[in-house]
């Protein structure tokens, strides 16, 4: 009989090993499709950053620019453009202004057209944006619409991008998130450092290592029952290599109908997976999806390496008769099997040094390639707790061992001495995944957050807009207020001066009418009859972003310093919009960056690229802790099917169910007592080094969730605990045990 069919006949000839069949289609048809699309996600990170860093005006790619200056004389060949940051309700709007000739020959990434003074390109959202509210709210800001931006220019569907035609003098005079520039060509990048490349490439790492994990921990379920099968088979004459074939035939074909079901359950994920934000939009489904290369690959791989580990280990047992099939005493770990932890840690280590004699200036560290060896300590270091883990699982049994007390610790206990591997294996995707969990949770404390809005007495509404000083504009704000007053929902308009510098007090103030500062709300019950019964207060520049105002009684301030605008709204967020809008069309000629309120810089701090990678962060947390609920689950069905028979004979010789659950609490419980602790410390180690190694930023202790999530895994493993014990009382609470 060839070897398929008798391998049929052999794995799946009753229901218990149809069952296994299954679970192991099912786990391996997860791990696919979860390695598909992180693979994709991470493939389409870089591809979303170019689309969408054109307005960004970096010097990144061959695009040529210089810094604008007023005598600059426009070509064909050359803009100017400046980009900022506009507001709407929540949502930040990327702005870049543009000037061009008429005959200019720059274009504009996903358009054929270049806007003239007072028209824009919308991205799609945007435009539809600007479609569904009223034109005082949002569409009057820009002027008149020349076109749409395509999708290949957007980062994705929800982005809000628009490109105001503008005139040189205009591009010159505003403040934005860039300094105005000269421009051949706009072009995009991946990566804004190495830093950020390097950072993506470990959170890759440590996201896809627990998922193939998974992989490998669901082939192997049921391994002990096949292998009392395969002893079988050598009773009756089969070979070993014959065995070992039949292993690797069972092994490579459920592998690979996993591998094609799991293909079919990532492209079915797709659209789901699209609607996770991350940036400013969504993804466009298209950027999941894939190279077919990458899936054939993936498809033909899995189930290759898989049979071939099968047939290896099969081969190297050596299943004899089946008298002969009873669980063997492992070889105890060796001490070399801490070697590829301690690399890992000693080259992050070598990453600080290097990091330090960079920073410093020593020349000798200059050249030293960082990247290349922080991303090699940091998966030795990930790949060493697993090496590890049974060496320190047998130190912690052995020791232990000596302190023994009761039939439930010797016999978990022992099973831990003799059988360290097999004991950690049901718990090793549980501390990969810890470690993971951990790595994010403390290098997102490097980002700065958002800040939180304080209210109450003494503190700017955060629906009030405000503009910061523009040079020689007086005049002009002093016209537009009138207008701006006749808006609805629009409660005062305030014009602030710049204040004059106090002796005692160096910083940045500006001056308001007392009756003005009261109605922006800037006296509280603290404030000092002085300043109420002076004309003028002085006010600090910081009241505008989110410190109590401190008014301080003034005289009047010159008429020719700077000068700013201030607009309460009643808190409604159509009349917000309808102040700001008015804002940009009375002070277009005049304005240098749109009206913001606090609530908009908090907005912008949450578009900062390290927040983004934050929220990729805590997105790499729930799937390493999700995947270590699977792994976890699967382990624990292995490990009691590898136990079956050792449970049955202490069962059979009269040993009560409850000293059984006992000695089976122990051995799972020890292992993730023993490297837990382990794998945290070196996550933390590891996170500390992967963030002062590549900028110059810190860590701090980890947010609430952390420990919510860290108690989420420990709370598995309590489940898992009780579960197994359970289970395997039931299992032994009739069983016969015979050797033929």
């Keep these: 009989m060839s070897t398929l069919p008798l391998a049929r006949l052999v794995v799946a000839g009753d229901r218990a090993s149809r069952r296994r069949l299954a679970g192991i289609t099912a786990g391996v048809m997860i791990g696919v499709a979860l390695f598909l699309l992180l693979a994709a996600a991470g493939q389409a990170f870089g591809v979303r950053s170019e689309r969408s860093t054109w307005t960004e005006l970096q010097q990144f790619g061959p695009a040529a620019m210089a810094e604008l200056e007023e005598n600059t004389v426009l070509a064909p060949e050359k803009a100017a453009a400046v980009s900022t940051l506009d507001h709407f309700e929540d949502r930040a709007i990327t702005v870049l202004m543009v000037a061009a000739t008429p005959d200019t020959r720059v274009r504009i990434p996903g358009s054929d057209v270049v806007p003239r003074p007072g028209q824009y390109l919308a991205s799609p959202a945007l435009a539809a944006l600007i479609d569904s509210v009223p034109e005082d709210q949002l569409g009057d800001r820009y002027g008149d619409r020349a076109g749409i931006l395509s999708d290949d220019a957007v980062e994705g569907p929800d982005s809000l991008v628009v490109i105001v035609g503008a005139e040189q003098s205009e591009v010159l005079a505003w403040e934005g998130t860039s300094t105005a520039q000269v421009v051949t060509e706009f072009v995009g990048y991946d990566y804004a450092s190495q830093s950020y490349r390097i950072v993506a490439i470990i959170g890759a790492i440590a996201v896809l290592v627990p998922v193939l994990l998974l992989i490998a921990i669901v082939t192997g379920l049921g391994a002990a029952q096949r292998a009392e099968r395969f002893a079988t088979l050598r009773l009756i004459g089969a070979t070993p290599g014959r065995v070992a074939r039949i292993a690797a035939a069972e092994t490579g074909v459920t592998a690979l109908v996993g591998a094609v079901l799991g293909v079919l359950l990532y492209l079915a994920l797709i659209p789901l997976a699209a609607c996770i934000e991350i940036g400013s939009s969504r993804f466009f489904p298209a950027d999941l999806l894939t190279t077919p290369g990458v899936i054939g690959v993936t498809v033909v791989l899995v189930p290759l390496v898989a049979a071939a580990v099968t047939w290896w280990t099969t081969l190297r047992a050596d299943a004899g008769p089946l008298g002969a099939s009873r669980e063997r005493r492992e070889r105890p770990p060796r001490l070399r099997s801490l070697l590829p932890l301690l690399l890992g840690l000693a080259g992050l280590t070598a990453v600080r040094v290097l990091a330090n004699a960079i920073n410093s200036g020593t020349e000798t560290a200059v050249d030293i390639p960082i990247a290349p060896l922080l991303v090699a300590s940091f998966v030795l270091t990930m790949l060493g707790l697993l090496w590890a883990g049974p060496l320190l699982t047998w130190w912690c049994a052995r020791l232990v061992q000596r302190q023994a007390r009761g039939a439930a610790q010797v016999i978990g206990l022992g099973r831990l001495v003799q059988h360290p591997r097999a004991t950690f294996r049901a718990v090793g995707g549980l501390v990969v995944a810890v470690y993971a969990v951990t790595l994010f949770a403390v290098a997102v404390t490097a980002a700065a957050g958002t800040p939180v809005l304080n209210q109450g007495s003494g503190y700017l509404a955060q629906t009030t807009l405000y503009t910061l000083p523009e040079p020689d504009a007086a005049e002009a704000l002093e016209q537009a207020a009138p207008r701006i007053e006749q808006v609805e929902g629009v409660t005062a308009v305030v014009v602030a001066r710049e204040a004059p510098t106090e002796a005692e007090d160096a910083s940045q103030r500006f001056a308001l009418r007392t009756a003005d500062a009261r109605t922006l709300g800037a006296f509280d019950t603290d404030s000092s009859d002085a300043a109420q019964d002076s004309q003028w207060v002085s006010v600090s520049w910081n009241w505008l972003l989110n410190?109590?105002?401190?008014?301080?009684?003034?005289?009047?301030?010159?008429?020719?310093?700077?000068?700013?605008?201030?607009?309460?709204?009643?808190?409604?967020?159509?009349?917000?919009?309808?102040?700001?809008?008015?804002?940009?069309?009375?002070?277009?000629?005049?304005?240098?960056?749109?009206?913001?309120?606090?609530?908009?810089?908090?907005?912008?701090?949450?578009?900062?690229?390290?927040?983004?990678?934050?929220?990729?962060?805590?997105?790499?947390?729930?799937?390493?802790?999700?995947?270590?609920?699977?792994?976890?689950?699967?382990?624990?069905?292995?490990?009691?099917?590898?136990?079956?028979?050792?449970?049955?004979?202490?069962?059979?010789?009269?040993?009560?169910?409850?000293?059984?659950?006992?000695?089976?609490?122990?051995?799972?419980?020890?292992?993730?007592?023993?490297?837990?602790?382990?794998?945290?410390?070196?996550?933390?180690?590891?996170?500390?080094?992967?963030?002062?190694?590549?900028?110059?930023?810190?860590v701090g202790w980890p947010a609430g969730s952390y420990y919510v999530v860290l108690g989420g895994c420990l709370a598995m493993v309590a489940v898992a605990v009780a579960a197994s014990t359970r289970a395997a009382a039931r299992m032994v609470a009739s069983a016969t045990v015979r050797f033929e």
């Design 547 to 698: 410190n109590a105002a401190d008014p301080r009684p003034i005289a009047a301030p010159e008429s020719d310093g700077g000068v700013s605008l201030l607009v309460a709204t009643d808190g409604e967020a159509a009349s917000v919009e309808r102040a700001r809008t008015a804002m940009v069309t009375a002070l277009g000629g005049v304005l240098t960056h749109y009206p913001i309120s606090r609530a908009d810089n908090v907005v912008t701090a949450a578009t900062a690229l390290e927040n983004q990678f934050a929220a990729l962060g805590y997105i790499g947390i729930l799937i390493a802790a999700g995947v270590s609920t699977a792994a976890l689950a699967v382990s624990t069905v292995s490990s009691l099917l590898a136990r079956r028979r050792v449970l049955s004979l202490l069962r059979l010789v009269g040993m009560p169910r409850h000293t059984l659950r006992r000695a089976v609490a122990w051995e799972m419980l020890l292992p993730v007592a023993t490297v837990l602790a382990v794998s945290i410390g070196a996550a933390v180690y590891t996170a500390w080094i992967v963030i002062v190694g590549t900028s110059s930023r810190g």
